[in-house]
C-alpha cells in the first residue's frame, strides 16, 4: 500500500509540475492561504499528497480537473474515448466490420488513456470484427487472453460473452475438440455456481449444441437440447427458445429427419422473427434454403429464394465465414436448377471470401466447384479442384463437415471413372467420421506369434 502512495504521489506531482510548467505559472501561483509554496514544492516532488480540497484549488489554477492530477486520464479525453467506444461498438452491429476494426484498434493503441471495463469491452469488440472478417487466428489470440483475465468472474455477462465466442471460433477454426472442452468446462463452472438454468447457460449450452453437432455426437447434442428446452420456454426469451430450435433443426437434420428438421427451423424462424437479430434470421433462413435441398424431390426454387434473402442481410450483418455458407448454398442450388455458370459465380465468391484459417468451408467449396466442372464437361479444371479440396481436408482434425465433404469427393472421383482416388476418399470420410480401419489378417496372425 505504501508503495502505491508512493507511485501516486510522484504521478500527481509530476503532472502538476508540467502543467504548472506549460501554463507559465511559478510555484507561488499555485500558493493560498491555506497552502503554502514549500508545500507545493513538497507536492511536486512527490513528498506530499494533498487532500481533495486543496487539489480542487490546484486544479483549477491549472484548469485541469482534480481527477486528471491524480490519474493523468483527462476527463475530456476520457468522454471521447467513450463516445468512440460506443460508435465502434455501433459499426459492429451495423457490419461495418472494417471500420469497427480500425476504432477499437485505435482505442486499444493509446490503452493508458482507458479504464480496465472499456479496455475489456474493446478487446471483446476487437475479437468479434475479426472473427466476422474471416481473422479466426487473430480473434482467438484475443480471446484467448480474455479468458485468462482474472479480472473477468465466472458467470459474468463479460465472461459468457467471451466464452462463448472462444467457443465458437475454435469450432469454425475446425478444433472442434478444444471447442467442446471450452464449452463443457463453462458449463460445470456454471453449474457449480449453485444456479438454476439461466440465460448464461442456454447461449453456452446451444453453442456447445453446435460444436458437437459439428464433431458428429448428434445424440449428444439431441440429449443437451432437450435438457435446455424447457429453460428456455420458462425464461420465456424468443431468441433463447429460437436458438434451442434452430440447433434441433440441425441435428434432426443431421439424422436425416428431414420434414421434422424443417419444422423446427420453421418454429426457430417464428421466434426469431419476433426479436431485433436480423443476422439469426438470415441465418434460420439460410438453413431452410439448404435443408430444402436435400428434399426427395428438392425444392431448389423456394430454396433460391430463402437463400437470396438471407444472402442480402448477411452481407451486411453476418461473417465471412457465414456469408460464404450463404453462397455455397446457392451454388447447390443453382447447380440443381441447371444454372452453371450462376452456381460457378457462387461457388467463387465463397471461396474468395474465406481466409487461410476456414480451410473446411474452401475445401467444400473447391468441391463444389470441381462438381459444376464435371457437369460442364471440363475434367481436368475438375481434377485440379478435387486435389486441392484433398489438401485442405488432410490438414483439418475430423468433424462431421470434413466427413461430408471427403464422402462428395469420392463421388465425384467415382463418377470421373478414377475407383482408385475414389477409395481413398471414401477411406477418408470413414476414418474422419470415426470408424477406424480394420485390421488385416496377418496383423492379427503377427501378433499371435
Known sequence: MEHTKAEQAQ??????????IQRGLKQQDLASAEVSTSYISLIESGKRVPSPPVLATIAEKLDTSPDYLLTGVDGRRAEENRLKLAFAEMALRNGDNGEALQSFGELLASRSALDGAM??????????ALEKTGRLEAALS??????RDPAIAVGSDEWCRITVALCRCYRNAGDIALSIDIGERAV???DGLGLETTMDHIQLGVTLMGSYHARGDLTR??????RLLPAAETQGSHGARGAVYWNAGLVAGSQGRLNEAIALTERALAMMAEGDNARHAAMLRMNYGALLLQLDPPSPERAVELLESAQEVLAEVGSASELSRCELNLANAEKQLGHWDAATAHAERALGLLGSDAQALSARARTYLAEICMLRKAPE???QHLHSAARQLRRLPASLDTAHTWRHIGDLWRRHGDSDEALKAYDMALTTAGLARTRAPEAVLTDRR
Not at 447434442?221 to 432437450?226: F, S
Open 142 to 147: 484475443v480471446l484467448d487472453d480474455l479468458h
Open 221 to 226: 447434442a439431441q440429449l443437451l437440447g432437450e
Open 11 to 20: 504521478g500527481l506531482g509530476g503532472r502538476v509540475r508540467t502543467l504548472r
Open 188 to 190: 460445470a463452472q456454471l
Open 381 to 383: 479444371e475438375a481434377v
Open 119 to 128: 479496455i475489456r469491452r474493446a478487446l471483446i469488440g476487437q475479437a468479434t
